[in-house]
């Protein structure tokens, strides 16, 4: 089974929905992230948390919202869709301690009409 | 405010050609640097990263990258490319004296293999 999982993979929905995007990990490690990837712009951060009490906003957080339910589990949520925020939705996770590396999930496609 | 820097947007070789994927970055002190590969349709896996010492790293599938502290690059390399290399590569950089990990990417460069 995969280390990080998301759900769904593919999402279309209209503007003005709200929709929930999901991460499970099974790595136990402390650290998840939420990117976005739009062509030609690579990842950018949406949000971080350090464990379930420590949320963090990223570079680009207007729109979104998150929750860290458990240690394992890490939600985004677009309260209300707009078409731009069309885009590859990832999550990661990292181990605490600087030399390590992040670990992706595999995507989901958000498409807003 | 960290940057990273990768010049070509496309590149096409042919296989069995070399390969060399540059990345720049700006950041006042030495980062910890990174390159993830995304095939199509999949999430993004870790080729290889630099944390210190040698400035040449290996990774995998056979790719290496060099890490040049006067230049403030990062460039990818592989001797012979595979038609299964295609796929965007991404150059990443953790800025090592900041809060929270945070990973600054690149835009990409995407790889097209030509036979």
């Known amino acids: 089974d995969a280390d990080v999982t998301q759900t769904p993979r593919n999402r279309i929905t209209k503007t003005g929905k709200r929709i929930m995007l999901e991460c499970s990990q099974t790595?136990?490690?402390?650290?998840m992230y939420w990117y976005r990837q739009d062509p030609g712009l690579g990842l950018r951060l949406i949000y971080y948390?350090?464990?379930?009490?420590?949320?963090n906003k990223g570079e680009i957080s207007d729109g979104y919202s998150v929750s860290r339910q458990a240690q394992a589990k890490f939600s985004l949520s677009l309260e209300s869709a707009i078409p731009n925020q069309t885009a590859l939705y990832f999550c990661?996770?990292?181990?605490?301690?600087?030399?390590?590396?992040?670990?992706f999930g595999p995507g989901t496609r958000l498409t807003v009409l | 405010a960290q940057s990273v820097t990768q010049p070509d947007i496309h590149i096409t070789v042919s296989e069995g050609a070399s390969l060399e994927l540059r990345c720049n970055y700006s950041?006042?002190?030495?980062?910890?640097l990174f390159w993830y590969v995304q095939s199509p349709g999949q999430g993004l896996q870790l080729l290889l990263k630099y944390f210190s010492g040698d400035t040449l790293v290996q990774g995998i599938k056979g790719f290496e990258a060099e890490f040049k502290r006067s230049q403030s690059s990062f460039n990818l390399r592989k001797p012979s490319v595979h038609w299964s290399d295609a796929a965007e590569y991404f150059c990443?950089?953790?800025?090592?004296?900041?809060?929270?990990?945070?990973?600054?990417f690149g835009a990409g460069t995407i790889l097209r293999v030509k036979s």
């Open positions: 990661a996770t990292m181990r605490a301690g600087i030399t390590d590396t992040q670990y």
């Open positions: 790595k136990g490690h402390d650290r």
């Open positions: 950041y006042g002190a030495t980062p910890y």
């Open positions: 948390s350090f464990d379930v009490k420590d949320i």
């Open positions: 990443a950089v953790l800025p090592t004296m900041e809060y929270g990990n945070k990973l600054v």
